[in-house]
């Protein structure tokens, strides 16, 4: 297992210090609680969020003998690239990947994979296209792997709406604006995505500190303009991409979650549920609960992680 060493500070300290790795092109920073030798559980957060949209659920799986797995994405906290040279690449499969070299870093052969928002994205990427990984997957908002053709095709005009960011970013102006504002825009998107979430100062400030990781801003720029096909992929993805542009099905048993309050653009739970092949729940969680699911409703998150464990156990 290759060694790993303490961060200076810790932004984790309410769930676990964030310890420093490296993985393939990256340094990654990540929250590592529970038993080393427990079932492992990899926790994925989204954009603009970060590893304390887990803060109350890792407490909760690490009780429950589970060795959690909670890394900054690149471009997020404490989590750097090796080389100055490396493409500041946020396509999904470059994200997902990053998965995969964190597992083989720390030697974990398999997980149970959990996320919303991008992280969903890279769980369910992971899920499909190297099952034997995954002995389990969580995502909220369902089946989130797309493509650049995907991008190509228009919405109605209430759901383009929903997306301006998204057409924001593809400019200069966007860009500029984003780097200039970015915990501004962070809060909005929080709103937005969770209007009946009532976080305080305390709890945005906490997660917004992460983007003031130097590659944040690259990385959420080519994230949205990748999937518009308004910036180019790195030519080692493209045969994954072109994988993941069939829509490849997912076999490992799955539970998939929405907010009943989600705010931010997802797909209906019918929309996706044919592409779930192997066992299979959808849950919708009530009480007002919004984009940032495990931070809303942690318990309801932490539940699905447990009985999909429970069910691994039992096969």
Do not use: C
């Not at 949209?53 to 909670?70: D, M, N």
């Not at 369910?124 to 034997?132: T, Y």
């Not at 192997?278 to 318990?299: F, K, S, V, W």
């Amino acid at each position: 297992m290759a060694r790993t060493r303490a961060a200076k500070a810790s932004a984790a300290a309410s769930f676990g210090p964030v310890v420093q790795i490296e993985a393939g092109v990256l340094d990654v920073g990540y929250v590592d609680a529970g038993p080393t030798d427990g079932p492992a559980v990899v926790l994925l957060h989204g954009w603009p969020y970060d590893i304390h949209s887990y803060a109350e659920v890792t407490p909760r799986l690490a009780e429950a003998g589970h060795r959690v797995i909670v890394p900054y994405v690149r471009g997020y906290g404490t989590t750097r690239f090796l080389s100055r040279t490396t493409a500041r690449n946020g396509e999904q499969a470059a994200l997902a990947l990053d998965t995969l070299s964190l597992m083989d870093a720390l030697g974990i052969e398999n997980a149970i994979i959990a996320g919303f928002d991008w992280g969903a994205r890279s769980a369910g990427i992971v899920a499909a296209l190297w099952p034997e990984r995954v002995r389990g997957l969580v995502s909220v908002s369902g089946y989130l792997i797309g493509s650049q053709r995907t991008g190509e095709v228009p919405l109605a005009p209430s759901a383009e709406q929903q997306w301006w960011y998204q057409y924001y970013f593809a400019t200069e102006r966007g860009r500029a604006g984003y780097e200039q504002y970015r915990r501004e825009f962070a809060k909005l998107i929080w709103q937005t995505a969770s209007p009946m979430w009532n976080f305080d100062d305390a709890t945005f400030d906490r997660t917004a500190a992460s983007f003031d990781n130097p590659d944040h801003v690259a990385i959420v720029i080519h994230n949205y303009r990748w999937r518009l096909g308004l910036a180019d992929g790195e030519p080692e993805y493209l045969e994954l991409e072109h994988r993941l542009a069939q829509g490849p099905p997912i076999s490992v048993p799955t539970i998939t979650l929405e907010g009943d309050a989600n705010g931010a653009p997802h797909p209906e739970p019918h929309d996706y549920a044919a592409k779930f092949s192997g066992p299979y729940t959808h849950r919708t969680i009530d009480g007002g609960i919004g984009h940032n699911l495990p931070q809303e409703a942690p318990e309801a998150f932490a539940d699905a992680v447990r009985e999909l464990e429970a069910e691994a156990r039992d096969r």
